[in-house]
């Protein structure tokens, strides 16, 4: 079984400045794949970033990036420059190659940016 | 490219009545899942279909709640009768491949659902 851990509930940020989104997973499979989504108000998941478990470099998309330390079983994410339109539940997801794919989410993160 | 398409947008119903929700993904995209959000939580898979056939329904409360797909593409999720704790958000997704942990899932709005 696979499962996600994301122990902040919420997060503050001023604008402007970096922030870390943590989130520890826990698989047997040798091989998966990390994925983050940002959820606004609105409700509507939004892909933010993928990283695969046999990914050399850490993933990369414009503002964030992902810190993945496998050893620690570790998928941390990092905003920099926080905007006010960050503000959003994150939410960390995972696939393993056992069991057909199957995604699980973690219970999210809640940040609020700061003017 | 068109995003994944969910009706209603919104829906209240009295416990013991029955509801359907209505998902179209992303054109050729192969697999659909539905999800429950309970306030508070992360997305709880219900069933996920790889182009007509059932991939999981481990997580799906089959004495009340039901999915088809019957032709590949739109699917339709029902529960009846519903439960007090059954209000949530249904989220369907789609992704273009078969299976692989890089298949990247998109979102639909969701369909928020409260039972009274």
């Known amino acids: 079984a696979q499962k996600i851990t994301q122990t902040q509930p919420g997060m503050f940020v001023q604008e402007k400045e970096a922030v870390t989104l943590d989130c520890t997973y826990d698989?047997?499979?040798?091989?998966?794949?990390l994925f983050w989504y940002k959820q606004p108000s609105s409700g509507e998941m939004i892909f933010l970033i993928y990283?695969?478990?046999?990914?050399?470099q850490n993933a990369t998309e414009g503002r964030y990036s992902l810190n993945f330390q496998k050893a620690r079983k570790s998928a941390n994410l990092v905003i920099s420059a926080s905007q006010l339109g960050d503000s959003a539940m994150y939410f960390c997801a995972m696939r393993g190659s056992g069991g057909s794919y199957i995604p699980t989410f973690g219970r999210g993160t809640s940040l609020i940016v700061h003017p | 490219e068109a995003g994944v398409a969910q009706s209603p947008r919104y829906k209240i119903i009295e416990k013991r009545q029955s509801v359907a929700f209505w998902c179209n993904p992303i054109?050729?995209?192969?697999?659909l899942y539905w999800y429950q959000q309970i306030l508070g939580q992360g997305p709880k898979l219900l069933i996920q279909f790889q182009n007509n056939g059932v991939v999981d329904d481990s997580q799906l409360p089959k004495d009340r709640f039901s999915a088809e797909r019957l032709k590949g593409v739109d699917s339709t999720l029902k529960i009846q009768p519903a439960k007090l704790e059954d209000s949530a958000v249904y989220l369907c997704?789609?992704?273009?491949?078969?299976?692989?942990?890089?298949?990247?899932?998109?979102f639909g709005p969701g369909t928020r659902l409260l039972v009274l």
């Open positions: 698989t047997s499979d040798q091989s998966y794949g």
């Open positions: 054109s050729g995209h192969a697999t």
């Open positions: 997704a789609s992704s273009f491949g078969i299976a692989g942990v890089q298949e990247t899932q998109y």
């Open positions: 990283q695969g478990s046999y990914d050399e």
